[in-house]
């Protein structure tokens, strides 16, 4: 059973970069599509961006443009990029590993203003 793990999260001010990962482990993960999602308090989950085995992304709107992420397959670790962090961009960030659904416990990302 693969176990991901993410890791990367705090607090930043508006404008700030962080850069999350999650590692997997118990099963490689290349060729899967990988995606990251959060949730703000009081919100549902949603899609941040996603990566396919080949290196294609895709981002939610909110994020485009500002996030980017990239996969290291050879540490079977997926990262999330994130710039011009905004106050609204606050939540807990999940990584997803799309073909086997599984979840990571998450990290905490606060942005103040």
């Known amino acids: 059973q693969v176990q991901l793990v993410e890791s990367g999260g705090g607090l930043v001010q508006s404008g700030g970069s962080l850069r999350l990962s999650c590692a997997a482990s118990?099963?490689?993960?290349?060729?899967?599509?990988m995606g990251w999602f959060r949730q703000a308090p009081g919100k549902e989950r949603e899609l941040v961006a996603y990566i396919a085995g080949d290196g294609i992304t895709n981002y939610g709107d909110s994020v485009k443009g500002r996030f980017i992420i990239s996969r290291d397959n050879a540490k079977n670790t997926v990262y999330l990029q994130m710039n011009s962090l905004k106050p609204e961009d606050t939540g807990v960030y999940y990584c997803?590993?799309?073909?086997?659904?599984?979840w990571g416990k998450g990290t905490l990302v606060t942005v103040s203003s």
């Open positions: 118990g099963s490689v993960i290349s060729t899967y599509v």
């Open positions: 997803y590993l799309y073909g086997m659904d599984s």
